[in-house]
Antibody
Framework: EVQLVESGGALVQPGRSLRLSCAASGFIFDDYAMHWVRQAPGKGLEWVAGINWNGNSIGYADSVKGRFTISRDNVKNSLFLQMNSLRAEDTALYHC??????????????WGPGTTVTVS | QSALTQPASVSGSPGQSITISCTGTTTDVGTYNLVSWYQHHPGRVPKLLISQVTKRPSGISDRFSASKSGNTASLTISRLQPEDEAHYYCCSYAGSTTLIFGGGTKLTVL
């Protein structure tokens, strides 16, 4: 079964840091780009960051650029999001998501249940 | 990076068809045939409905179809069913290894 499970969410104070992890299983992890997508309470989906299969191509939303860092470990089948200088507006449910196709940016077909980050 | 523009809400009766628009710019929807659509029921994870503007992944009902013209993409749901009531989001590649979502549309099945 293809599965993504996030961890690392917590209640943190503004300005502090947090590292999210996403454990992948059931598919060839290093064949696919991966993304982090968040949803703030009562708001819509917001793409946060994406990374291609080998980590050589990375992108960030303007709202997190310079503060967040996405990375992956293809040996451990894991995706990470290092979040620094956290702000109240970063409060959200954070999902990791798998690209639908090895060709990047076709869509995200598998989503984890998410991990909650609260900045307060 | 401004969110793609979607109507906040649409509604329809069972059996009818509805269309949700998703308007971007020449830097995203208008340039790339990399628009995807997602269905999101509260408490569940988003579900990929459409990839690459018009393509349905395996297992997605043919009641869901999509298209694009210029800077606007559209999702049409035919033969509405009560279980279609959900939020719908478009998403487009926006260049420089970035993606952008629409603000989301709440579909109410009357």
């Amino acid at each position: 079964e293809v599965q993504l499970v996030e961890s690392g969410g917590a209640l943190v104070q503004p300005g502090r840091s947090l590292r999210l992890s996403c454990a992948a299983s059931g598919f060839i992890f290093d064949d696919y780009a991966m993304h982090w997508v968040r949803q703030a309470p009562g708001k819509g989906l917001e793409w946060v960051a994406g990374i291609n299969w080998n980590g050589n191509s990375i992108g960030y939303a303007d709202s997190v650029k310079g503060r967040f860092t996405i990375s992956r470990d293809n040996v451990k089948n894991s995706l990470f999001l290092q979040m620094n200088s956290l702000r109240a507006e970063d409060t959200a449910l954070y999902h990791c998501a798998k690209e639908f196709d090895p060709a990047d940016y076709y869509g995200m077909d598998v989503w984890g249940p998410g991990t909650t980050v609260t900045v307060s | 990076q401004s969110a793609l523009t979607q109507p906040a809400s649409v509604s329809g009766s069972p059996g009818q068809s509805i269309t949700i628009s998703c308007t971007g710019t020449t830097t995203d929807v208008g340039t790339y045939n990399l628009v995807s659509w997602y269905q999101h029921h509260p408490g569940r994870v988003p579900k990929l409905l459409i990839s690459q503007v018009t393509k349905r992944p395996s297992g997605i009902s043919d009641r869901f179809s999509a298209s694009k013209s210029g800077n606007t993409a559209s999702l049409t749901i035919s033969r509405l069913q009560p279980e279609d009531e959900a939020h719908y989001y478009c998403c487009s590649y926006a260049g420089s290894t970035t993606l952008i979502f629409g603000g989301g549309t709440k579909l109410t099945v009357l």
